[in-house]
């Protein structure tokens, strides 16, 4: 089983839909989750980062689930803007570590 | 607006050139990493420097060698490099176990 692993998409939704990605990673002491944003040929950039108690920051909503080992992302009603590629980053050894795993990627395309 | 500041933005060498790309951060930040990025890949961690020492070495070919002079700053040496490491090299800080903060990369292109 892979370190972390994301839903392959592509996902194309139409403006306003709700989307989820879903990332799971097989590491049990993993520490901290993030998911990263990137647009196609810039740098990733940190959309949130997922708590225990799951967060949320305007339309997009994390969560965190350890017993099943993954993290989710929900974006309600999908703006153009929101057309990237979506990260699951996950630190696979906690406090001190270095070495965060980043899954494949999910692609989502919104569409007028 | 990056607080990560990567240059060149674009570089293309021969195989046969030396060139650096540069990084700088004014976070305070005491991890530093490089990252290689093909399309449409995540990026793969290279190397990372913790308190301004290697600490983490992917099995780089030596034609890639990294320096940290200080703790703001951090370099990628590259030398008689292959028309297959033509690729986007992000550079990031971090805090300990937190988010990665990446520069907006160098595009390079090898001939």
């Known amino acids: 089983r892979k370190e972390v692993e994301q839903d392959p998409g592509p996902f194309n939704v139409p403006e306003g839909a709700t989307v989820a990605f879903n990332c799971t990673y097989s590491n049990s002491a993993s520490q901290s989750f993030f998911w990263y944003r990137q647009d196609c040929r810039k740098e990733p950039k940190l959309l949130m980062s997922v708590y225990s108690s799951g967060n949320e920051d305007g339309r997009f909503t994390a969560q965190l689930n350890r017993a099943s080992q993954y993290i989710s992302l929900l974006i309600r009603d999908s703006k153009l803007s929101d057309s990237a590629t979506y990260l699951c980053?996950?630190?696979?050894?906690?406090?001190?570590?270095?070495?965060?795993?980043f899954g494949k990627g999910t692609k989502l395309s919104v569409i007028p | 607006d990056t607080e990560v500041t990567q240059t060149p933005k674009h570089l293309v060498m021969g195989m046969t050139n030396k060139k650096s790309l540069k990084c700088e951060q004014h976070?305070?930040?005491?991890?530093m990493y490089w990252y290689k990025q093909k399309a449409k890949k995540p990026p793969e961690l290279m190397f990372v420097y913790s308190y301004e020492k290697l600490s983490i070495n992917e099995s780089v070919p030596s034609r890639f060698s990294p320096e940290c002079p200080n703790s703001s700053l951090l370099n990628l040496h590259l030398h008689a490099l292959q028309p297959e490491d033509s690729a986007l090299y992000l550079c990031?800080?971090?805090?300990?176990?937190?988010?990665?903060?990446f520069g907006e990369g160098s595009r390079l292109t090898v001939l």
């Open positions: 990031a800080s971090s805090p300990p176990a937190g988010e990665l903060f």
């Open positions: 976070m305070g930040h005491r991890a």
């Open positions: 980053v996950v630190n696979p050894s906690g406090a001190g570590s270095y070495q965060l795993t």
